[in-house]
């Protein structure tokens, strides 16, 4: 879900050379997000 809907919905934020400050935050978001999805399957996936 991650990568089918938010990365595909930021990227014009990531590739807009206009706004420096929404290109961060939009990279910003994308990492907290990914490690905390793998914080929480960290657990789970030796058994995976």
């Not at 590739?15 to 420096?20: A, H, L, T, V, W």
């Not at 990279?27 to 030796?46: G, S, T, Y």
Request: glycine share 0%.
């Amino acid at each position: 879900e991650f990568c089918d809907w938010y990365i595909e919905l930021t990227k014009p934020r990531l590739f807009n050379r206009d706004s420096e400050q929404a290109r961060l935050v939009a990279q910003n978001v994308l990492v907290r997000v990914l490690m905390d999805i793998l914080r929480a399957l960290h657990p789970f996936m030796p058994f995976i």
